[in-house]
């Protein structure tokens, strides 16, 4: 379970810590857009490099 203030601590933290140089990079980054975004492309490539580490264990060698 994600605490609903997720966002406005991980927000003001990354600030304080200096991870991000200002409260409106930090608040364009860490939104749940962003965090969906992320979440399908990061998904849809794990998704290709798996499926080609598979086919690569998994093929069959040609006789002849």
Same mark, same amino acid.
Do not use: C, D, W
């Given at each position: 379970? %994600? #605490?609903?203030?997720? +966002?406005?601590?991980? %927000?003001?933290? $990354?600030?304080?810590?200096?991870?991000?140089?200002?409260?409106?990079? *930090?608040?364009?980054?860490?939104?749940?857009? $962003?965090?969906?975004?992320?979440?399908? @492309?990061? #998904?849809? %490539?794990?998704? @290709?490099?798996?499926? *080609? @580490? @598979?086919? +690569? +264990?998994?093929?069959?060698?040609?006789?002849?």
């Amino acid at each position: 379970i %994600i #605490t609903p203030e997720y +966002f406005p601590n991980v %927000i003001a933290h $990354s600030v304080e810590t200096g991870y991000h140089s200002s409260l409106e990079e *930090a608040e364009a980054y860490f939104n749940l857009n $962003s965090y969906i975004l992320q979440a399908t @492309v990061g #998904t849809l %490539i794990m998704g @290709v490099i798996t499926s *080609a @580490v @598979v086919a +690569f +264990f998994v093929r069959t060698k040609s006789k002849g």
